[in-house]
């Protein structure tokens, strides 16, 4: 998919792909879970299974999914996952050691679908209902669906009703409500706390959680060097995730504001990140080599 509002970038139409392969080196995986989760001793919640794309086109994504529990049976493993890929019998299959998968469902319709998702060829809504009714029968862990609402796109009275009556049809054990926060693959806008606290209260569903206001519990974040280097390291390999704000990455890595704000300078001096600001918030974004 080439959403409109990934966090990641766009995705020229030509990447856009419903093929299962080998992405990245399943060995190099491993082994570098492995190295962490051998000598780490940060708490774990979970490991989870994500990434610049959709993790269940990794063919391997089970196997490692396996390795990961055999390596450590106490650690739970969650999957985020657009879920483009789970009415496929083999993609169900390697679900098995998870704990917890958390698919998306932005849209009730073909036509919101294909203008929110922007999904590849061949892939449609139809078969993104048919791989979550199969999640919903064949799943033992924890669902968490979520949806997220764009502004003038997906939030008309008529498409969130049809949205709520496949949450209750689907039954999550928690429906997770987002919305533009970081900065996006296109130019458009999110809904305001009380937009989406409007949008629950028309559903109605039970177990329903707003995230987006709220996405990071800085006090829980524990650091993990104090080396320079180190820090920046793991600066770096959270902004190549997704854009993050500089005040989050400050305090999760437990620096005061002076250091922040020499080690930002620096890594924009080597051409590592740019700084982006939306809606008044500074994110810190990957630079991208080309």
């Known amino acids: 998919m080439d959403c409109l509002y ?3 970038g766009t995705t020229p139409r030509r990447f856009l792909t419903m093929e299962r392969k ?3 080196p399943t060995e190099e995986v491993k082994r570098e879970l ?3 989760l051998t000598s780490s001793d940060t708490p774990i919640d979970f490991v989870t299974f994500s990434g610049n794309g959709e993790p269940t086109l990794h063919i391997n994504f089970g196997e490692i999914a396996r390795f990961v529990k055999d390596l450590r049976p106490d650690i739970k493993l969650a999957l985020l996952t657009n879920a483009s890929t789970l009415y496929i ?6 679900l098995e050691p998870f704990d917890l998968v958390a698919p998306s469902l932005d849209a009730a319709t073909e036509k ?3 203008k929110i998702n922007h999904p590849a060829k061949g892939l ?3 078969k993104v209902l048919q791989g979550l009714r199969k999640l919903k029968d064949n799943f033992k862990g924890q669902i968490w669906l979520e949806t997220l609402f764009v502004k003038g796109i997906n939030d008309t009275p008529e498409e969130v009703e049809k949205i709520g009556n496949l949450v209750w049809e689907l039954k999550p054990h928690r429906w997770q409500i987002n919305t533009v926060v970081r900065p996006p693959a296109y130019r458009v806008q999110g809904l305001s706390e009380e937009e989406l606290l409007k949008i629950a209260k028309t559903v109605n569903y ?4 707003i995230v987006c206001y709220n996405y990071l519990r800085l006090e829980d974040i524990k650091p993990f060097s104090t080396k320079a280097k180190d820090i920046e390291n793991q600066l770096l390999d959270i902004v190549k995730r997704r854009p993050s704000p500089v005040e989050e990455l400050r305090k999760s890595l437990s620096l005061t504001e002076e250091a922040m704000e020499e080690i930002l300078e620096k890594l924009q001096r080597e051409g590592k990140v740019k700084l982006l600001n939306r809606d008044g918030k500074v994110f810190v974004s990957f630079r991208i080599k080309r």
């Open 6 to 8: 990934c966090e990641c």
């Open 22 to 24: 080998e992405w990245v």
């Open 34 to 36: 492995k190295e962490f």
């Open 89 to 94: 019998d083999e993609v169900l299959k390697d």
């Open 112 to 114: 919101v679908f294909k």
């Open 124 to 126: 449609t809504l139809d």
């Open 206 to 209: 039970p177990s329903t959680d």
